[in-house]
């Protein structure tokens, strides 16, 4: 049976949250916010109806809402998205900030983002950096699927490599190496809600039974040395409850300038060091 878009929003509201409710209706059918408010009857056709049921049925089983429209927000921009890659969250901003900071102060600055996804990271520091040489590695080909869409949506100069971290980079070195690797413990309970066990587990976590979710980390900061110029940095996103180990890692690897910084909330999100 056909219903305008403004009966449909209603009633997808009744079922789940309003604003969901509207960004569904937007997606299915191709009208903005501006025009659901003005035109809101406005009829859905037959199988945009189908496709909206179809969608709510998902969203009711908890998938992200950022998987049922293709797309999320970060940074101001907008990203697609697949079950390939995790969702960006607005506490890896934090590592964005910092590694910007620290490329805007060279002319030509070689950055490297290791396990890309999608690629917001890479992509954002080439929108905030034009002048950088930016590289981005993940080791899932249908990641970089995506990454590659978001770097040519963006007009953003990356080049993408695939392969397990520094694997795929030889003998190269960077002023810049920015890391939000799997760093989830295995046994959190946090990835059994708020959409996660839709999402790839391999970048949530190492895999490993009994896993702290410090393995990457710690294989990430010992190959550093090797892939850093000289005063070049090494800034890594890592969990709520990591940033005394991810320091000690760092001081016990040599590094200097050894640093913490909160994100949004005040948690200490990213721990970076410098390498003299």
Same mark, same amino acid.
């Given at each position: 049976?056909?219903?305008?878009?403004?009966?449909?929003?209603?009633?997808?509201?009744?079922?789940?949250?309003?604003?969901?409710?509207?960004?569904?209706?937007?997606?299915?059918?191709?009208?903005?916010?501006? &025009?659901?408010?003005? !035109?809101?009857?406005?009829?859905?056709?037959?199988?945009?109806?189908?496709?909206?049921?179809?969608?709510?049925? !998902?969203?009711?089983?908890?998938?992200?809402?950022?998987?049922?429209?293709?797309?999320?927000?970060?940074?101001?921009?907008?990203?697609?998205?697949?079950?390939?890659?995790?969702?960006? !969250?607005? @506490?890896?901003?934090?590592?964005?900030?910092?590694?910007?900071?620290?490329?805007?102060?060279?002319?030509?600055?070689?950055?490297? @983002?290791?396990?890309? /996804?999608?690629?917001?990271?890479?992509?954002?520091?080439?929108?905030?950096?034009? /002048?950088?040489?930016?590289?981005?590695?993940?080791?899932?080909?249908?990641?970089?699927?995506?990454?590659?869409?978001?770097?040519?949506?963006?007009?953003?100069?990356?080049?993408?490599?695939?392969?397990?971290?520094?694997?795929?980079? %030889?003998?190269?070195?960077? @002023?810049?190496?920015?890391?939000?690797?799997?760093?989830?413990?295995?046994?959190?309970?946090?990835?059994?809600?708020?959409?996660?066990?839709?999402?790839?587990?391999? &970048?949530?976590?190492? /895999?490993?039974? %009994? /896993?702290? %979710?410090?393995?990457?980390?710690?294989?990430?900061?010992?190959? &550093?040395?090797?892939?850093?110029?000289p005063g070049g940095w090494l800034l890594l996103e890592?969990?709520?409850?990591?940033?005394?180990?991810?320091?000690?890692?760092?001081?016990?690897?040599?590094?200097?300038?050894?640093?913490?910084?909160?994100?949004?909330? %005040?948690?200490?999100?990213?721990?970076?060091?410098?390498?003299?």
């Open positions: 049976m056909a219903a305008s878009i403004g009966e449909a929003w209603r009633q997808a509201s009744q079922r789940i949250d309003r604003l969901d409710a509207r960004l569904l209706i937007e997606h299915v059918s191709g009208c903005t916010h501006a &025009a659901l408010i003005a !035109r809101p009857e406005q009829l859905l056709l037959p199988d945009q109806m189908a496709r909206l049921e179809e969608l709510l049925a !998902r969203r009711i089983n908890g998938e992200p809402l950022a998987y049922l429209v293709g797309s999320a927000d970060f940074y101001g921009f907008e990203f697609a998205v697949s079950p390939a890659v995790l969702i960006p !969250r607005p @506490d890896t901003e934090v590592l964005v900030d910092l590694a910007a900071e620290r490329a805007q102060r060279l002319a030509a600055p070689r950055i490297v @983002d290791l396990g890309t /996804g999608s690629g917001v990271v890479a992509v954002t520091l080439a929108r905030l950096c034009p /002048g950088a040489d930016i590289s981005a590695v993940d080791f899932s080909p249908d990641a970089l699927d995506v990454a590659r869409a978001n770097a040519a949506s963006h007009q953003a100069r990356v080049s993408f490599l695939c392969g397990d971290w520094y694997a795929p980079l %030889g003998e190269a070195r960077f @002023d810049l190496i920015v890391s939000n690797p799997p760093y989830v413990a295995e046994a959190d309970p946090h990835l059994q809600q708020n959409g996660l066990p839709f999402e790839p587990q391999a &970048a949530l976590t190492d /895999g490993r039974a %009994g /896993g702290d %979710g410090l393995s990457c980390i710690c294989a990430i900061v010992k190959g &550093a040395a090797t892939h850093l110029s890592h969990g709520y409850d990591q940033a005394t180990k991810v320091r000690a890692l760092l001081v016990a690897e040599g590094f200097s300038d050894v640093s913490s910084w909160p994100d949004q909330a %005040g948690i200490e999100r990213v721990t970076g060091a410098c390498l003299r």
